[in-house]
């Protein structure tokens, strides 16, 4: 029929369906949803090892994502002229690389706005591509290999510093401060727990320490006797472990059963609770970093600690950062004035946000600039910091 002949009510009811199909300005309808109440929903996704040896650590990350949305939900904030509700999408990656793309794909499907995540390395590397290609903003609070942030990828994000610059720390600090000449290492083949190592290895060279054994687990690993037996025979001054507590934990205990006469090292992994829990006696005198400053001289530490046991239980690790990654993605979205990642992903690469943990700037690649390492040592069962290293960013008063 030609187009002069059609109905003005027809014509009418064309013209408000097509209408409906337009998305706002500010905000992607693929990426949120309508509330009950009639507030926008705007999903973000998080992911971490919920069920397995480092369920611990990814609770405690779920938990820190979790007060902050909650905070902000209460603040009642506006976005692209609409009231927001965040709603957190949470997943369970198993601390497994193929898990993880699993889950990432999930979480695209679920149409979130930005993820917080993953916890380790080896699970953030492989996801990121598919965040990537789908244009989604990811800002792990916990993953530390160099690689991460290294592919290029402008959707890729950390609030602390990397393992270029905790393994030079951790390595100085063993070869001068703890006068090591004879080092092992040992790694769990990870993505992190690898990359560390090697950093750590070069460090230690570079400050005139040997490296008389360079072994390998895997993040599975309980028995560690026959890895310790061919250390022991190298006679080595300090043992350094690249990898989580979970298995950083009875490699101390053991190294104290086989009578081994050294100094125990590990990087953030290992700077837990948990791991004094496995390690028992012979957690005391170990050796850790975590990037960052003590909990004590965060800028909202204190108050941070506070809240958080009060709501959940005792800090693990973790939790200051993914409550940090989740404030600095919504100031972003504001900044922007919109919850789609295409929007909002240039206001995130040149924010400066003043957090918990410090003040949260990027650099071209999307690491944290300014970042500090802080080395502690195990002391009447507790990890007391040592000595703070590298520059961290000032906060305005």
Same mark, same amino acid.
């Given at each position: 029929?030609?187009?002069?002949?059609?109905?003005?009510?027809?014509?009418?009811?064309?013209?408000?369906?097509?209408?409906?199909?337009?998305?706002?300005?500010?905000?992607?309808?693929?990426?949120?949803?309508?509330?009950?109440?009639?507030?926008?929903?705007?999903?973000?996704?998080?992911?971490?090892?919920?069920?397995?040896?480092?369920?611990?650590?990814?609770?405690?990350?779920?938990?820190?994502?979790?007060?902050?949305?909650?905070?902000?939900?209460?603040?009642?904030?506006?976005?692209?002229?609409?009231?927001?509700?965040?709603?957190?999408?949470?997943?369970?990656?198993?601390?497994?690389?193929?898990?993880?793309?699993?889950?990432?794909?999930?979480?695209?499907?679920?149409?979130?706005?930005?993820?917080?995540?993953?916890?380790?390395?080896?699970?953030?590397?492989?996801?990121?591509?598919?965040?990537?290609?789908?244009?989604?903003?990811?800002?792990?609070?916990?993953?530390?290999?160099?690689?991460?942030?290294?592919?290029?990828?402008?959707?890729?994000?950390?609030?602390?510093?990397?393992?270029?610059?905790?393994?030079?720390? =951790?390595?100085?600090? &063993? @070869?001068?401060?703890?006068? /090591?000449?004879?080092?092992? %290492?040992?790694? *769990?083949?990870?993505?992190? +727990?690898?990359?560390?190592?090697?950093?750590?290895?070069?460090?230690?060279?570079?400050?005139?320490?040997?490296?008389?054994?360079?072994?390998?687990?895997?993040?599975?690993?309980?028995?560690?006797?026959?890895?310790?037996?061919?250390?022991?025979?190298?006679?080595?001054?300090?043992?350094?472990?690249?990898?989580?507590?979970?298995?950083?934990?009875?490699?101390?205990?053991?190294?104290?059963?086989?009578?081994?006469?050294?100094?125990?090292?590990?990087?953030?992994?290992?700077?837990?609770?948990?791991?004094?829990? =496995?390690?028992?006696? &012979? @957690?005391?005198?170990?050796? /850790?970093?975590?990037?960052? %400053?003590?909990? *004590?001289?965060?800028?909202? +530490?204190?108050?941070?600690?506070?809240?958080?046991?009060?709501?959940?239980?005792?800090?693990?690790?973790?939790?200051?950062?993914?409550?940090?990654?989740?404030?600095?993605?919504?100031?972003?979205?504001?900044?922007?004035?919109?919850?789609?990642?295409?929007?909002?992903?240039?206001?995130?690469?040149?924010?400066?946000?003043?957090?918990?943990?410090?003040?949260?700037?990027?650099?071209?690649?999307?690491?944290?600039?300014?970042?500090?390492?802080?080395?502690?040592?195990?002391?009447?069962?507790?990890?007391?910091? =040592?000595?703070?290293?590298? @520059?961290?960013?000032?906060? /305005?008063?």
């Amino acid at each position: 029929m030609p187009f002069r002949f059609i109905h003005p009510l027809l014509l009418a009811v064309i013209t408000l369906a097509l209408t409906g199909c337009e998305k706002s300005p500010t905000t992607n309808s693929s990426i949120t949803g309508q509330g009950a109440s009639g507030e926008l929903v705007v999903r973000i996704g998080a992911s971490a090892p919920l069920t397995g040896p480092q369920a611990h650590l990814g609770k405690d990350n779920e938990n820190g994502t979790r007060m902050a949305i909650d905070d902000a939900n209460a603040k009642g904030i506006t976005i692209g002229g609409h009231k927001v509700r965040f709603e957190l999408i949470s997943e369970d990656d198993q601390a497994d690389p193929k898990t993880a793309t699993i889950v990432a794909q999930k979480l695209v499907d679920n149409k979130v706005s930005g993820i917080i995540g993953h916890l380790n390395s080896g699970t953030s590397i492989p996801a990121s591509k598919i965040y990537n290609d789908n244009g989604i903003a990811q800002i792990s609070p916990s993953a530390t290999a160099v690689n991460y942030t290294a592919q290029g990828y402008r959707t890729a994000f950390r609030v602390m510093a990397n393992d270029a610059q905790q393994g030079r720390v =951790l390595g100085e600090y &063993a @070869a001068k401060n703890l006068a /090591a000449k004879k080092i092992a %290492v040992i790694d *769990d083949r990870t993505a992190y +727990g690898q990359g560390l190592a090697d950093e750590f290895i070069k460090a230690a060279q570079a400050n005139g320490a040997q490296i008389v054994a360079h072994e390998y687990t895997n993040d599975k690993a309980m028995d560690f006797t026959a890895v310790l037996t061919a250390v022991k025979g190298k006679k080595p001054d300090l043992l350094f472990y690249g990898g989580m507590d979970a298995q950083g934990g009875p490699m101390a205990k053991q190294v104290k059963a086989l009578a081994l006469n050294l100094k125990f090292m590990t990087g953030d992994g290992g700077y837990t609770p948990e791991f004094i829990k =496995l390690a028992g006696d &012979a @957690a005391e005198g170990a050796y /850790a970093s975590l990037p960052g %400053v003590p909990l *004590d001289k965060m800028p909202g +530490g204190k108050e941070f600690e506070k809240r958080f046991v009060a709501k959940y239980q005792p800090i693990q690790l973790y939790a200051p950062y993914c409550y940090d990654a989740v404030n600095v993605m919504i100031a972003a979205m504001q900044k922007a004035d919109s919850v789609d990642p295409a929007k909002y992903l240039p206001a995130l690469a040149g924010i400066s946000y003043d957090g918990v943990t410090a003040r949260i700037q990027f650099d071209e690649k999307g690491d944290l600039k300014g970042g500090a390492i802080t080395v502690y040592q195990v002391q009447q069962a507790k990890w007391q910091p =040592l000595e703070t290293l590298g @520059a961290i960013a000032p906060v /305005a008063q």
